[in-house]
């Protein structure tokens, strides 16, 4: 059974910091690539971030572009994300997810280009 653990998440106030963890059980995730997705109340998934399986290449929505900084350690089968000057509009759950079509622009759909999603962690950021 494939199971994505997120942790990290917590309440926060403008201008603050968190790193969240992503680690994988059931799956080895160092060929895969993958991404960070959120969801905030009341609106659809939103693509965050996808890095590849050796870390060479990242991509980030212009949204998190300078705040977020994903990485990854394949020797602890794990992803990370650290937030770095964080907004209320960043409020949400945060979901890690495998990457199952790999896009060469780096411009990601959360729902259709993704697969096993972790059961995430929330975010809330006040002002």
């Known amino acids: 059974q494939v199971r994505l653990l997120v942790s990290g998440g917590d309440s926060v106030q403008t201008g603050g910091s968190l790193r969240l963890s992503c680690v994988a059980s059931?799956?080895?995730?160092?060929?895969?690539?993958m991404s960070w997705i959120r969801q905030a109340p009341g609106k659809r998934p939103e693509w965050l971030s996808t890095?590849?399986?050796?870390?060479?290449?990242?991509h980030y929505a212009d949204s998190v572009k300078g705040r977020f900084t994903i990485s990854r350690d394949n020797d602890k089968n794990a992803v990370y994300l650290q937030m770095t000057n964080l907004k209320p509009e960043d409020t949400a759950l945060y979901y890690c997810?495998?990457?199952?079509?790999?896009?060469?622009?780096?411009?990601?759909?959360?729902?259709?280009?993704?697969?096993?999603w972790g059961q995430g962690t929330q975010v809330t950021v006040s002002s």
């Open positions: 890095i590849n399986s050796n870390s060479y290449i990242t």
């Open positions: 997810a495998v990457v199952r079509v790999v896009r060469p622009d780096g411009i990601y759909d959360p729902i259709k280009d993704h697969e096993y």
């Open positions: 059931g799956i080895i995730i160092n060929s895969s690539y």
